[in-house]
């Protein structure tokens, strides 16, 4: 059974695969990418998310159990806050400071931390 998409989804979905064939990323076009077990959300203002960073968040929540004393980390450059958001999910009384040289992605950052456990209230004052 074929199925037919009407005009406004078909035009939709031929503006994504444009973008796609354009060379756009995948992560970009969709407007969001999984991190961590989180959804993030993506724009060309921000750097996509690699596998290898979730290593890094491996290896930083390790640390961070033990040494349950130390409770405070910066996160410089945070682009999208992935990997500050992520800390701070799974270190539920870590507080994080992210920042950036760009708005666009400061804003993002805060979204995401809103989206993924509530910034401020999650331990995320500077997003």
Known sequence: MKALLTPRPAAALERLVSQL???EPLPYVLGRWEFFGLEIELSPDVLIPRPETELL???AIGWLRVHPDLR???DVGTGSGCIGIALAANIPDLRVMGSDI??????MAQRNAEKNGGGAAHGIPGL
């Open 72 to 74: 405070h980390a910066a």
């Open 102 to 107: 760009s708005s666009a992605a400061v804003k």
């Open 21 to 23: 064939e354009i060379g």
């Open 57 to 59: 968040v491996e290896r």
